[in-house]
């Protein structure tokens, strides 16, 4: 079980997670935005971050596979985590559970893998028509291997809607982008 980010970071860790295109960067940008704006510290973070780990995952997500990148993407995210009033989360635990699908890594390995990761206060899930993802992954470009797999977006939205979830405090209905 993923331990409360109470038991290790004060504050409160809000994570973003579903398929590339469904709107997670956008929503956490304009989410960081107008907590700012209301005097609260916010620190935003994503999978993968600038941080040392993070660029080095991204940079080996090509030629790095199964549980070897599973586990460059867990150590990422043991690091990444700041201390702040609000720690925002691009992508996390959810997200790496549909990635490394893509590779054939088993969910109960990477629920293992990660069984120590501060818990998420509260976990949005996006889902997103596989047709509006596949028209903005042409839009932006692939940002991997992943993206550059013929019928990724499909795939991701099924690994996404079929991906085990860990349980959180509170969890918020899905929204479709």
């Known amino acids: 079980?993923?331990?409360?980010?109470?038991?290790?970071?004060?504050?409160?860790?809000?994570?973003?997670?579903?398929?590339?295109?469904?709107?997670?960067?956008?929503?956490?940008?304009?989410?960081?935005?107008?907590?700012?704006?209301?005097?609260?510290?916010?620190?935003?973070?994503?999978?993968?971050?600038?941080?040392?780990?993070?660029?080095?995952?991204?940079?080996?997500?090509?030629?790095?596979?199964?549980?070897?990148?599973?586990?460059?993407?867990?150590?990422?995210?043991?690091?990444?985590?700041?201390?702040?009033?609000?720690?925002?989360?691009?992508g996390y635990v959810p997200s790496s559970l549909v990635m490394q699908r893509f590779d054939g890594v088993e969910a109960e390995f990477l629920w293992a893998l990660n069984s120590a990761a501060d818990r998420t206060d509260v976990a949005i899930a996006f889902d997103a028509d596989p047709a509006v993802t596949t028209t903005r992954l042409a839009d932006r470009g692939p940002r991997n291997r992943f993206h550059r797999a013929l019928g990724s977006s499909h795939a991701e939205v099924h690994f996404d809607r079929t991906s085990p979830r860990a349980p959180s405090p509170r969890r918020l209905p899905r929204t479709t982008a």
């Open 1 to 90: 079980m993923l331990r409360s980010s109470s038991d290790h970071h004060p504050g409160l860790f809000v994570t973003v997670d579903g398929p590339f295109g469904a709107g997670k960067s956008t929503v956490v940008a304009h989410l960081a935005q107008l907590l700012v704006a209301h005097g609260e510290q916010v620190h935003t973070t994503a999978e993968a971050s600038t941080s040392a780990i993070g660029a080095l995952a991204r940079d080996l997500t090509d030629t790095v596979t199964g549980p070897a990148l599973a586990c460059l993407y867990a150590a990422h995210r043991y690091h990444h985590l700041d201390v702040g009033e609000i720690n925002l989360g691009d």
